[in-house]
């Protein structure tokens, strides 16, 4: 410990200052105990969708069914997510997410046993309970994060991150369930991932001081005419997830593609691993900046940065094209998932803030299968090159909600 002291005294005073504004956020009473936690449930909420995947697929022995299964539950989640919130919102994280732990786990279980003995029927049934009850500890970190700090710059850089954990957890999670589903049993990998959400979220339940408190629903409040989800500054951070949704969908398929044709496939893991890795250090170094910019600027450039990427990637179609962009657009990533989370702190009451995170998701989670299956479709009938293009214009759908944002913020107070 001392040496690590050492170490940081000595280092250049920009990192110092950096490292004092992570140190300083999770020194927060109560912080390390809830974000731990819930980086771990984040970690077997990345593991998820492929050991289903793989789980599926040995059991019945066909890859339709297994695709079949993760796009259901994928579906189930972004559907079910928003309204699980809800209840979250209502009753309390103490009481709910124990109960939602609990179906999802048992719907994992049941659909792993089912899956090659029972109809399809049966198994999707199961995926869809389990897609529904989901937990979302990503939302429920940042709900506890916006009960607990109060300052925006501090905020700012407890939402970086969040969204650098985020990079972690969805880099390192697939080649850990890749990992154990192909070295142990095919299963194994949606053993361990059900295992860290939940333990993740029952650690996380159960540490109760730095819960938002639950608001039972008391009908109207006089003069409240409208819920704080349909203010026009929420529904522009709507905007801007679904399109980076689309970049997210879209890139495995154009980097898959590219490096096929290429006879370079064995590079595609190391190539889509560059956004994570802009990211994480973007993210990182957004949350250290010492001036607070308002977020609705960040996302009007984040987005452009993103777009930039792309274009990057339509005149430069090669497999080096392509790292460009996602180095470039990779960079927009973290400080957007970021100054979503600070909008939606300024802009949503504290009643429905589990929710509203939740819908960031469910927005990035419809862009990510829109894209997917635009691209796949483009990719099969007009090659890499039509199809980065039209990632291209599904992200601009981003660009312009920022845009949208960004004209307003004169009447908005800053977050």
């Known amino acids: 410990m001392a040496t690590a002291r050492t170490l940081i005294s000595s280092a250049p005073k920009p990192f110092r200052s950096a490292t004092a504004r992570y140190r300083d956020v999770l020194g927060r009473p109560g912080a390390r105990a809830f974000f731990i936690p819930a ?13 289903l995947l793989f789980s599926v697929q040995n059991a019945t022995g066909s890859f ?23 209840l979250v919102d209502r009753w309390g994280q103490a009481v709910t997410v124990p109960v939602v732990v609990l179906v999802h786990a048992a719907a994992i279980a049941a659909a792993i046993s089912f899956a090659g003995i029972a109809p399809i029927s049966v198994t999707l049934a199961a995926v869809v309970v389990a897609g529904g009850a989901m937990p979302q500890p990503g939302a429920l970190a940042a709900a ?47 053993v361990a991932a059900v295992t860290l959400v939940s333990a993740g979220c029952a650690a996380l339940a159960l540490h109760r001081s730095t819960g938002p408190p639950a608001r039972p629903a008391r009908g109207r409040a006089a003069g409240r005419t ?84 792309v274009l990057v990637a339509v005149v430069w179609p ?22 979503s989370s600070q909008i ?12 509203a995170f939740t819908w960031i998701n469910s927005a990035s989670a419809s862009g990510i299968a829109l894209g997917a299956a635009l691209t796949g479709t483009v990719v099969a009938t007009s090659g890499t090159q039509a199809a980065t293009t039209l990632v291209l214009v599904l992200v601009l759908t981003a660009v312009a909600a920022a845009v949208l944002a960004a004209r307003r913020n004169g009447a908005w107070e800053q977050p």
Do not use: H
């Not at 890139?251 to 290429?262: K, S, Y």
């Open 39 to 51: 980086g771990l449930a984040r970690l077997g909420v990345a593991m998820t969708g492929l050991g």
């Open 64 to 86: 339709a069914a297994a695709g079949t299964a993760t796009a259901t539950f994928a579906i189930a989640e972004a559907v079910a997510g928003p309204q699980v919130a809800r």
């Open 144 to 190: 506890r994060w916006s009960a607990l700090v109060t300052e925006p710059a501090a905020l700012r850089t407890a939402f970086s991150l969040e969204a650098s954990v985020n990079d972690v957890v969805f880099l390192s999670g697939p080649v850990l369930v890749t990992l154990a589903s192909t070295t142990l049993v095919p299963w194994a990998g949606s």
């Open 226 to 309: 409208r819920s704080s989800l349909r203010a026009p500054r929420f529904l522009a951070v709507l905007g801007v997830n679904l399109g980076l949704g689309c970049f997210f969908g879209a890139v495995p398929l154009l980097v898959t593609a590219t490096a096929t044709a290429g006879g370079l496939r064995p590079l595609t893991g190391f190539v889509l691993a560059l956004s994570s890795a802009a990211s994480m250090v973007a993210g990182l170094g957004y949350g250290a900046l010492r001036t607070t910019p308002r977020p609705t600027t960040v996302q009007l450039l984040a987005t452009i940065l993103l777009t930039v990427g």
């Open 318 to 339: 090669t497999l080096l094209g392509l790292s460009v962009m996602l180095v470039v657009g990779g960079s927009a990533v973290a400080p957007l998932l970021a100054s």
């Open 344 to 355: 939606v702190q300024a802009t949503v009451v504290p009643s429905e803030r589990t929710q």
